[in-house]
């Protein structure tokens, strides 16, 4: 699919095609490898500029290993990741690197337009660092110390909704919510394109996600922000991305706008995934789609397409051939044999 | 409505003032609620300040200088004397020879008509503060203008030194081999340990299959045997540097593998991985993340350690393996004590025992407490 959709794309930053993360399963004395976790396996999808794109999926489909494994945090199986780099460029114009060929200077470098979020608020803080040092790290490793810095950690504090005074602090002084917004201090420190959002709200409850939500949608516009925001909760996700991406068993099985695929999925698994999201209306009748059987297992998967022993729509053509992600109406990509052909019940925005 | 104007200002002002406390202030504070440990440590700077920095200026005559009083018993500062007069300058009473006519041997008495006032900073024997700075003001002695006066608090050895300015001097050795081989066990312990933790694969294996050699090793044939391979020839301050190392490589196996543990753990952390996001050297990671993480554990181990190197010293020294005379250690000092004859003869030669024993106990103490302190657990 990429070869005919996205090229065109003008203002796309980050391009992800068959991305690949196999991780060893070793067994006996001598730690032979007996086979591969296919955590990430032939991945593709794209971020365009100033752009959240929702990555969702049940735990253990492989939605965070894609996320660091484009920054090469694990290094790839296989694939390509372009990007449209910044830093690197020596012109000032924005340049299509290729993150996987690039060595540790350069990719050193391209880390100044990426930066991450992660999930655990408390974990992802240095406790023995002050506000100021986590905050700075970034500019530290990457030279940037000057005589304006301490006004500019104060700048990005008071952006994120902390205080000025909070500086000198220690993580462990503050709430989880007032942790996050130090990492997200933190991730905007060196004026990046893009940031990897893992699971930035699971850890808080819910209504600091809302607050946490709406600063990321802000910054967002003040920053010209793409966000690939890593998430399980549909409604989060639904709340702050413009396009999301269903992820099943390390596989894409959807990807489309938000208003698109959340009342039309093109996809067995987003329909099924759609009706499990609990809406506060009493009077609507459940049609939830309990899905029979477990999560293919990432170790030992099913031939064919790696939905089908859940599917209800399965055919024999499913048991057989993998399906590809396809683009089945603009900008609507899925990865079904029959996507467009079944009649799919989706959610209302509300 | 003033009211709700006025409470949040204060409130603001408050927090204003209001300091961090940073972790080693947590330690700091917890640590001063512990009196033992505290006035271990002061018993401890007293040990240095007047047994490693200056005993030059503590002791009132040199490590060397011979006295025509061999063996003499120690003479003890009085205030009153045997008319029962008393002065506020303490004095020490002279010593006469004397041969035993049962035994034929020589030996030395109080003569209590002969009194030998004792003076605060007195003038003696040359020396260099510090190797540096020239002096000749000794923190206590006799009159200088006698010169048959002498002062020897812990009586004196075959060849008729100062027992007490030698204690001290030694202490300089003892002391400073404890500092010293703990520094190189805490370089190689650490290193090792978190090299071997942080990149795991052919490194862990092989640091971790050395460890497990040196601890499967009975430890005091292998001091015999190292202390025995230090060449007789060689001057005493290459034979002190290398029973500190041999000291420090024979035990680092433990640290190290503490610290990869830490390492272990630590390097999954997500600040750890934040860094890493951002384009943190292994280098940067190593020093910046995870060591900070392993040293309240490390700085108890070492604490703990100083004293068994100490020992370890003596031990060595007094069974003649280690330092050997004429440096002047603890241990060299105790091999004075390795006969009964001598014990029997001259018992002030064990007075070197309770200043290693208030050293040790010191340390295990200051130890104890940095633990109780730096424990993230106790409250």
């Known amino acids: 699919m990429a070869d005919n959709g996205m090229v065109k794309d003008k203002d796309i930053l980050l391009e992800v095609k068959g991305l690949k993360k196999y991780f060893p399963i070793t067994g006996g004395m001598m730690r032979k490898v007996v086979g591969y976790v296919k955590a990430v396996d032939d991945v593709n999808f794209f971020v365009r500029e100033g752009e959240t794109l929702g990555l969702v999926g049940e735990s253990g489909c492989g939605k965070t290993t894609a996320g660091r494994a484009v920054l090469r945090l694990y290094e790839p199986t296989d694939g390509e990741v372009r990007f449209k780099s910044r830093a690197l460029s020596k012109s000032g114009k924005p340049e299509w690197v290729s993150l996987r060929e690039l060595n540790k200077e350069q990719l050193k470098t391209v880390y100044q337009d990426i930066s991450m979020i992660f999930q655990d608020p408390i974990g992802s803080l240095n406790p023995r660092m002050t506000v100021y040092d986590i905050i700075t790290e970034p500019l530290l490793i990457h030279n940037k110390i000057g005589p304006s810095t301490e006004e500019h950690v104060i700048q990005l504090l008071q952006r994120v909704g902390l205080r000025p005074e909070h500086i000198r602090r220690y993580p462990h002084e503050f709430s989880g919510g007032q942790r996050q917004r130090i990492g997200i201090a933190r991730s905007l420190a060196l004026n990046p394109q893009l940031i990897i959002c893992d699971e930035p709200v699971s850890a808080l409850d819910v209504s600091v996600q809302a607050q946490t939500l709406n600063l990321l949608n802000d910054l967002k516009e003040d920053f010209n922000l793409a966000y690939i925001f890593v998430a399980h909760d549909l409604s989060v996700v639904q709340h702050i991305s413009d396009r999301v991406a269903v992820m099943y068993v390390g596989r894409i099985a959807e990807m489309a706008e938000s208003i698109d695929l959340y009342s039309h999925p093109l996809h067995p698994y987003t329909e099924a995934l759609m009706s499990s999201v609990p809406r506060p209306n009493p009077r609507l009748k459940k049609q939830r789609i309990i899905m029979e059987g477990d999560v293919a297992d990432p170790g030992n998967p099913p031939p064919g397409c790696l939905f089908h022993p859940r599917c209800r729509y399965v055919q024999d053509r499913c048991k057989t051939e993998v399906p590809e992600l396809r683009e089945i109406k603009p900008d609507h990509y899925a990865a079904c044999h029959f996507a467009g052909e079944l009649d799919l019940k989706g959610v209302e925005m509300g | ?379």
């Not at chain 2, 209001?18 to 330690?27: D, E, F, N, T």
């Not at chain 2, 045997?225 to 433990?254: C, D, E, K």
């Not at chain 2, 060595?316 to 390795?338: D, E, I, K, R, Y």
Request: charged share 15%.
């Open chain 2, 1 to 379: 409505m003033t009211d709700a104007v006025a409470i949040p200002m204060e409130e603001k002002k408050k927090d204003a003032v209001k300091i961090s406390q940073s972790y080693w202030s947590l330690v700091w504070w917890k640590f001063k609620r512990n009196r033992l440990a505290v006035v271990a440590a002061f018993i401890l700077a007293g040990y240095y300040i007047t047994c490693l920095i200056f005993p030059e200026f503590f002791a009132p005559y040199s490590k060397g200088l011979e006295s025509d009083y061999i063996e003499a018993r120690p003479t003890y500062p009085h205030f009153v004397d045997a008319a029962g007069s008393f002065s506020l300058r303490p004095f020490v009473y002279g010593l006469d020879e004397e041969i035993d006519v049962a035994t034929r041997s020589r030996k030395f008495v109080v003569n209590e008509s002969v009194k030998y006032p004792l003076y605060f900073f007195v003038e003696g024997e040359p020396y260099k503060l510090l190797g540096l700075i020239p002096a000749k003001t000794h923190f206590f002695g006799t009159d200088p203008a006698n010169p048959d006066a002498k002062v020897f608090l812990l009586g004196t050895d075959r060849l008729g030194r100062d027992q007490f300015s030698r204690i001290l001097f030694g202490g300089r050795i003892s002391l400073f081999i404890g500092l010293f081989s703990v520094a190189v066990f805490l370089f190689v312990g650490v290193t090792l340990g978190a090299a071997s933790g942080y990149y795991g694969g052919a490194t862990d294996i092989v640091v971790m299959r050395i460890t497990e050699l040196l601890s499967a090793f009975p430890q005091e044939p292998l001091f015999l045997a190292l202390g025995a391979a230090v060449p007789v020839s060689w001057p005493s301050t290459r034979v002190f540097f290398m029973v500190t190392i041999l000291l420090a490589l024979i035990q680092w196996g433990g640290l190290a593998r503490q610290v990869r543990g830490l390492v272990l753990s630590g390097r999954e952390e997500q600040y750890v991985l934040a860094a890493r996001s951002f384009g943190a050297s292994d280098r940067r990671i190593i020093f910046n993340h995870l060591i900070p993480a392993t040293m309240s554990h490390v700085i108890v181990i070492a604490t703990l350690k100083i004293p068994g190197m100490i020992l370890l010293e003596t031990a060595l020294s007094f069974l003649g393996l280690g330092l050997v005379p004429p440096t002047v250690s603890w241990g060299t000092l105790l091999q004075n004590a390795n006969t009964v004859r001598s014990i029997s003869a001259a018992p002030w030669y064990l007075f070197v025992t309770p200043f290693i024993l208030f050293a040790i106990l010191a340390y295990n103490l200051l130890g104890d407490g940095l633990r109780d302190a730096m424990d993230p657990y106790s409250k």
